[in-house]
């Protein structure tokens, strides 16, 4: 049967002599694979619609497991997300986390285009920590797996201050903090930015200023969430944990220039062309001895 659907491919394979299977995730079919002929091929009219990260429209027939493309259409490249490491580094989390993390039963409409608009604000230059926390929280909700905020998980207080407890389910008020030693004191502009990415549609994700201690704090909480509830590793997550860490880094402090070698220090020395003219000190090479005429041997 022939099917055609619009999808962004999020993961593709080496198969056989120059082709590839890639696994696109639709807005209306979930996830599928699909057999590209010939997509590792120099002269192949379809080995761009196969790249990670592309969202284009594929037309292909299926009977079993897998499909094999027809034909197909680029409808965006997100050229922008393979150019720099650091945006390709968040956009391959982004499709790992949709290839490995979400079954094939949540993977639908609205999975798609929040991947969509993660990839999108991802290529606009948007701050990729803060896409990335919020896209993360689209992950935990659409697994099922999402905290609890507004309230302590555990008897249900409004009023905080809480901890983020992994084991809890979410926030825990002072009065059950004794139930998870481990959970976490965030400040309260985390929080809000929790609070936010958690009811946020990721199509109207603006631009989002955030000091570093909050991003640090975001970070560790999702990881933590998403080890315990998801617990998924990902070979492109060890990557962007370090790369972050390296973002956080202090600037390496210039070196000091080496004594008198400074920028715009006087020379005392004579202008190299009149140094021909000093006589060098006394029984050194370069001063006839005496009775010796100049410029002979002995």
């Excluded at 604000?121 to 896209?135: E, M, P, S, T, Y």
């Excluded at 481990?182 to 990721?202: H, N, Q, S, Y």
Aim: aromatic share 8%; hydrophobic share 35%.
């Amino acid at each position: 049967m022939l099917y055609r659907m619009e999808g962004i491919v999020i993961r593709g394979t080496d198969y056989g002599e120059g082709n590839k299977i890639v696994t696109i995730l639709t807005p209306s079919h979930g996830k599928q694979g699909i057999v590209v002929k010939g997509a590792r091929k120099p002269k192949s009219r379809y080995s761009s619609l196969a790249q990670l990260f592309t969202y284009g429209d594929f037309s292909f027939y299926k009977s079993g497991q897998l499909g094999t493309l027809n034909s197909g259409e680029i409808i965006e490249s997100f050229r922008e997300l393979r150019e720099g490491l650091d945006a390709a580094a968040y956009a391959a989390y982004a499709v790992e986390l949709c290839d490995r993390a979400v079954g094939e039963e949540d993977a639908g409409s609205f999975l798609f285009h929040q991947l969509k608009a993660c990839l999108t604000a991802l290529a606009q230059g948007k701050d990729a920590q803060i896409v990335i926390r919020a896209f993360e929280m689209k992950i935990v909700a659409t697994a099922g797996y999402a905290p609890l905020l507004d309230e302590c998980a555990s008897c249900g207080r409004a009023n905080g201050p809480f901890r983020f407890s992994t084991l809890a389910g979410g926030a825990l008020c002072d009065g059950c903090r004794y139930k998870d030693p481990t959970a976490l004191e965030l400040g309260e502009t985390t929080w809000k930015l929790l609070r936010l990415f958690a009811a946020l549609d990721l199509r109207r994700l603006g631009q989002i200023s955030v000091k570093d201690v909050y991003k640090k704090q975001l970070r560790l909480a999702m990881r933590k969430w998403m080890d315990h509830h998801i617990g998924v590793k990902l070979k492109s997550q060890n990557f962007l944990d370090q790369w972050e860490k390296m973002a956080e880094l202090p600037p390496a402090e210039p070196r000091a220039p080496r004594r008198g070698a400074a920028e715009g220090a006087p020379d005392d020395r004579p202008p190299a062309e009149d140094r021909s003219s000093e006589e060098p000190p006394a029984g050194t090479f370069g001063k006839p001895s005496d009775g010796e005429p100049p410029g002979e041997s002995p």
